[in-house]
């Protein structure tokens, strides 16, 4: 559940190594347009005119670590310089935002063990095939992912022993990625997560939370980004993505492409969940919306 926007409260600045200093260089209004025509094209990603401060603040203090005195020379080094594919990294720290949590969309889950599953199931066992894949896009340090975990070990293994599932947690921010394979957490990703999960799948440690091996053995992570139509091509086959709150970030073009990308990733049948203030109209047709108790979903026919 990774947020793309950018984030001035609340977030460790340590991965980025900064040395806050007093400079300050100005960003004019030509060199915030080359920059968000830069970042959109790497990720599809559009930054309205005002969240120009924010930007700005955010990639001073990188210029500030660097000893780079201006955004223009900034963007040469990212675009041209020789640890370009560092930088890239940084920036991709920079404009995202990875707010979340376990078990933060229950209506969900919910519909998941009820409705959907079961669903995909009886049709997978009409072809004769057991194997249910389950992406989590924009996963950010992997509590969604997890929580689906946690939810199919618990309602959906038991009903359906036979039935193999494949979960795959995918971000854009390689330092998240590295949290969510860890599985270890604080008390801020837990805060939402029923007791019971919390005694039966975590073990406690310094004021950490660590899932156990079973449950973290049931995902992989790994580095994508969603606006790459190459990497994105990769991606098939998939009976349900969750793609939260994420289209809020892009613009209509690059909404419709990323949506087009998730149908062609989905399997024949499948499910599309996407954020609660999110939707698809006047950026798909293809999908069917489904209505269930507090929760909608899109449907591949």
């Known amino acids: 559940m990774n947020n793309f926007a950018l984030n001035t409260a609340g977030q460790s600045n340590s991965s980025f190594g900064f040395n806050l200093s007093k400079n300050s260089a100005a960003l004019s209004n030509e060199c915030f347009a080359e920059w968000r025509e830069y970042i959109y094209k790497l990720c599809g990603i559009y930054f309205q005119d ?13 210029l500030n670590y660097l000893g780079i005195d201006t955004f223009e020379k900034y963007l040469d080094y990212v675009k041209y310089g020789t640890k370009r594919s560092v930088e890239l990294e940084y920036l991709y720290e920079v404009i995202t935002i990875n707010e979340t949590f376990f078990f933060r969309n229950q209506p969900q889950l919910n519909v998941l063990v009820s409705s959907v599953i079961p669903e995909l199931h009886k049709s997978k066992s009409e072809f004769n095939r057991n194997k249910l894949r389950i992406w989590s896009a924009a996963s950010s340090s992997g509590e969604e992912a997890y929580s689906i975990a946690m939810t199919i070990e618990e309602f959906v293994k038991p009903k359906f022993p036979g039935l193999r599932v494949e979960i795959v947690g995918t971000d ?4 998240v990625l590295q949290t969510a394979s860890k599985g270890i957490y604080r008390e801020y990703s837990i805060r939402n997560t029923p007791s019971y999960y919390l005694k039966k799948y975590f073990s406690t440690r310094d004021g950490q939370y660590e899932l156990n091996s079973n449950i973290k053995s049931m995902v992989s992570f790994k580095f994508l980004n969603l606006f790459d139509e190459s990497s994105m091509r990769m991606m098939l086959n998939f009976d349900i993505i969750y793609c939260a709150n994420v289209l809020i970030y892009f ?5 419709i492409q990323v949506v087009s990308n998730l ?14 203030s999110e939707t698809l109209h006047g950026i798909s047709r293809a999908f069917k919306l489904v209505s269930y108790p507090k929760t909608i979903g899109y449907k591949k026919e």
């Open 172 to 175: 854009i921010n390689r330092n």
């Open 50 to 62: 005002n969240k120009k401060y924010l930007l700005e603040n955010r990639l001073q203090k990188r």
């Open 251 to 255: 613009n209509a073009e690059s909404k």
């Open 263 to 276: 149908y062609n990733a989905l399997n024949k049948y499948g499910y599309l969940f996407i954020g609660y």
